[in-house]
């Protein structure tokens, strides 16, 4: 894979995510969270299409730039705190449903995204 299209890739998870969030905020508080934290105020659906608004942004802007190997590790690395949200999200504070847990598979799918074009630049940068 060529470390352009782990970054269309990783770009593609923002813009679906972020776009459920930010086109259909309700819809995200229905199935992504769980009815003890259920809130479907207008503030909540606000939140939530900011979430949206900003995901989508870093999507396009990760469509419109190039990035290099270190690029892609600090992104990597950036990933990680994301797994601990996941888990106490989900496991220790119940917030998350299945449906939420997307969130996680999303940052999995970046996260192999990244390695794999980590790889690819480091290789496209290497002295001939």
Request: charged share 10%.
């Amino acid at each position: 894979m060529s470390e352009r299209t782990a970054q269309f890739l990783i770009a593609a998870v923002f813009l679906i995510l972020g776009g459920w969030c930010l086109f259909a905020p309700s819809n995200v508080i229905d199935l992504a969270f769980t009815e003890a934290y259920r809130d479907s105020s207008f503030i909540n659906r606000f939140t939530i299409a900011c979430f949206g608004a900003q995901a989508v942004l870093f999507g396009i802007m990760t469509l419109v730039t190039r990035w290099s190997a270190r690029s892609f590790a600090v992104f990597a690395a950036l990933l990680l705190p994301f797994f601990g949200f996941n888990y106490w999200f989900h496991y220790e504070v119940p917030v998350l449903t299945s449906i939420g847990m997307l969130d996680f598979a999303g940052n999995v799918t970046m996260l192999v995204l990244a390695i794999l074009g980590w790889r690819a630049a480091r290789a496209a940068e290497a002295p001939a």
